[in-house]
């Protein structure tokens, strides 16, 4: 069994980067994948760890990036580099899409602070380490009193539909299939379900029009997924010859519905030939 879609504490997750292999090894992955939020330090931190103990880690990404067109949304990216580590350019990219993190996160600060919401960045901060959110900001709404609870932090400061929303920059979809395989690494849909288009036809014209910019596989096995979703990725990805991947987007206690490895109430359970897969996958797109 593997999981190829989980976060430590260097993004959005609640594991630190060595507690994230112990679990994995407590239950018995045979191997992993780190995809914190536009940063590696995770992975840099837990490589060695793993190394060590035996664990196949496998040096993964989540980019938030948007589709531009008459409605713009949200898509999430995974990048897997299967063989080799990412170049420095593209952590140097990294860094860039972090810079934007931050500048909206002050004026995050800044419209709260407006609506007499006490809050500081550095608090914040604490929370997010590597990369800081609008989870981060919950949790310290939560903690402040000014939520119940992170669902409804979200609800009255921090949803797109909430009156302090603050807009962030995130590179074009097809941008960060460009900057992936660049730098080496396989593309990957994320959790497609949440693309949130119900008419199946136009989803896959879309995942179509995604594979054209270089889109090289589809994560046809996740938490969110059912098994008619499962079912439906899985044809898209076989008809249109991508790559299947896989994973519980295992975030710890920030998310305690999902379990590493096998996602919600036991829906999954990825087996290693997913992961074979796409490292020949990789080695064939890269020759």
């Not at 995809?35 to 989540?62: M, N, W």
């Not at 604490?126 to 402040?144: N, W, Y």
């Not at 807009?167 to 690494?185: D, T, Y």
Request: aromatic share 6%; net charge negative; proline share 5%.
């Amino acid at each position: 069994m593997i999981d190829l879609h989980t976060h430590t504490n260097e993004s959005d997750g609640s594991s630190s980067p060595e507690e994230l292999i112990d679990q994995a090894l407590a239950i018995g992955l045979e191997a992993m994948a780190i995809c914190d939020h536009d940063t590696f330090a995770g992975y840099d931190q837990a490589l060695p760890v793993a190394k060590a103990r035996g664990l196949d880690l496998v040096c993964g990404i989540e980019l938030s990036t948007r589709l531009v067109g008459k409605t713009e949304r949200a898509v999430h990216l995974l990048g897997y580099f299967l063989h080799e580590p990412p170049p420095a350019a593209f952590r140097a990219w990294l860094n860039e899409i972090q810079e934007e993190r931050r500048d909206r996160n002050r004026r995050l600060v800044a419209k709260l602070k407006s609506a007499g919401v006490e809050i500081e960045l550095a608090e914040v901060e604490a929370l997010g380490r590597s990369l800081t959110g609008r989870p981060h900001f919950a949790r310290v709404l939560v903690r402040k009193g000014y939520a119940a609870n992170s669902d409804e932090a979200f609800e009255k400061y921090l949803d797109e539909a909430a009156p302090y929303y603050v807009e962030r920059e995130s590179p074009s979809v097809s941008a960060g299939i460009e900057k992936v395989l660049s730098a080496g690494g396989l593309p990957v849909l994320a959790h497609p379900v949440r693309l949130a288009i119900r008419d199946p036809i136009r989803e896959e014209m879309l995942i179509g029009e995604m594979q054209a910019w270089g889109l090289g596989g589809i994560e046809v096995f996740h938490s969110d997924h059912r098994p008619a979703d499962v079912a439906r990725y899985a044809k898209i990805a076989t008809e249109h010859r991508m790559a299947v991947s896989g994973g519980s987007d295992f975030h710890g206690e920030a998310k305690p519905q999902i379990a590493l490895g096998t996602g919600v109430n036991n829906n999954l359970k990825i087996p290693r030939s997913v992961l074979d897969c796409l490292r020949q996958i990789s080695t064939s797109r890269a020759r």
